[in-house]
């Protein structure tokens, strides 16, 4: 899909469970939409002036989720035209998956957890859970988080190539503005 002319009249919220591919979707999509981006993980390690595993570490799970989800308040409260892309937790705390189903166009990245273990397993990346987690302890999370995720207002296969993804979802949102149209 070449440069599209569709422009979301809410912001843009990716979720999904880590390996997901919400940062780079959030890049390809704001390319592809001419929006800006935003990251929440990184946002938060730049206020905060840390890595989210240092968060976790030094400051403890409540800390960071209370962090996040302020951050995410502030975001929608903006209301600007943007895609964000926020972390696995994100949408699972505080009711934040209704607050994001009312203030944007949610869209869940969805994958098998299979795929997302491969991806975890390759990613350099620490994450704060998967260091204290065992592997049946992070299927679980992974299957008590989708029942959230499922909660989305735009469901994708994440299981192909990020650009496939991107217009996959540019291509279901346009068709849903058509519909209400």
Do not use: W
Not at 68 to 88: D, F, H, S, T
Not at 94 to 109: E, H, Q, R, T
């Amino acid at each position: 899909m070449s440069k599209n002319k569709f422009i979301p009249e809410k912001p843009l919220i990716l979720l999904g469970f880590m390996g997901s591919g919400k940062s780079t979707l959030a890049k390809i999509l704001s390319a592809k939409l001419s929006l800006p981006c935003i990251d929440t993980d990184l946002e938060i390690e730049k206020r905060l002036d840390k890595k989210i595993v240092d968060i976790f570490t030094e400051n403890g799970e409540d800390f960071f989720r209370n962090y996040e989800n302020r951050l995410l308040v502030e975001l929608l409260q903006k209301n600007n035209v943007q895609i964000i892309a926020i972390g696995g937790g994100t949408p699972c705390y505080f009711n934040a998956m209704d607050l994001i189903n009312k203030k944007s166009l949610s869209v869940y990245l969805q994958l098998p957890y299979n795929v997302v273990k491969l991806r975890l397993k390759k990613n350099n990346n620490p994450r704060p859970l998967m260091q204290k987690l065992t592997e049946s302890e992070l299927e679980t999370l992974f299957l008590q988080r989708e029942k959230t995720y499922l909660q989305a207002q735009f469901i994708v296969n994440a299981n192909q190539l990020p650009e496939a993804t991107a217009d996959e979802i540019i291509s279901k949102i346009t068709a849903h503005k058509i519909d209400c149209a």
